[in-house]
């Protein structure tokens, strides 16, 4: 490679909950670079979580973050062209690129999702990832199925 790779950014933590890992999301949730905005559905929506499940006995946070890891993919398909036939040959995902689809997803499937505000749908998602449902929870399934019925393909790694 001619050009060295560039450097990693480090991600200042959230002003609420001290987490880089919000930070992450809500540049992600972001729109046209109005980042307040996002923070603010973002908090709206674990405000509503919290109200939502006060019998999980567990924070709100902590319920995100259990859904992130509910809704992240381990394995991912891409194509590989062999010999002019085309491959979905099945792959591990770096840990950093595992959480960064799971969070795209879990944003992707809430505006998908009907509702009045957008912390509305992101609450419900949240939740919906929590209880291994929903929209991200059934992309990651497919993704995975998909990678099982194509491991014969796995020896095309490159």
């Given at each position: 490679?001619?050009?060295?790779?560039?450097?990693?950014?480090?991600?200042?933590?959230?002003?609420?909950?001290?987490?880089?890992?919000?930070?992450?999301?809500?540049?992600?949730?972001?729109?046209?670079?109005?980042?307040?905005?996002?923070?603010?559905?973002?908090?709206?929506?674990?405000?509503?979580?919290?109200?939502?499940?006060?019998?999980a006995d567990k924070p709100a946070l902590e319920i995100w973050k259990l859904a992130i890891e509910n809704i992240t993919p381990q394995v991912e398909v891409k194509s590989r062209?062999?010999?002019?036939?085309?491959?979905?040959?099945?792959?591990?995902?770096?840990?950093?690129?595992?959480?960064?689809?799971?969070?795209?997803?879990?944003?992707?499937?809430?505006?998908?999702?009907?509702?009045?505000?957008?912390?509305?749908?992101?609450?419900?998602?949240?939740?919906?990832?929590?209880?291994?449902?929903?929209?991200?929870?059934?992309?990651?399934?497919?993704?995975?199925?998909?990678?099982?019925?194509?491991?014969?393909?796995?020896?095309?790694?490159?």
């Amino acid at each position: 490679m001619r050009k060295s790779k560039p450097k990693k950014r480090i991600l200042l933590p959230d002003p609420k909950f001290g987490s880089p890992d919000v930070t992450r999301f809500v540049n992600n949730l972001m729109i046209e670079g109005k980042k307040s905005i996002s923070y603010t559905i973002f908090y709206d929506a674990i405000k509503m979580v919290e109200e939502k499940m006060k019998n999980a006995d567990k924070p709100a946070l902590e319920i995100w973050k259990l859904a992130i890891e509910n809704i992240t993919p381990q394995v991912e398909v891409k194509s590989r062209r062999v010999g002019g036939a085309t491959f979905q040959v099945p792959m591990e995902i770096r840990s950093d690129r595992k959480v960064s689809i799971g969070m795209k997803n879990l944003i992707f499937y809430a505006r998908k999702r009907t509702g009045r505000s957008m912390s509305e749908k992101l609450a419900a998602e949240i939740m919906a990832a929590y209880n291994n449902e929903g929209g991200a929870y059934k992309k990651k399934e497919d993704t995975h199925r998909m990678a099982e019925a194509n491991k014969a393909f796995a020896h095309f790694r490159f």
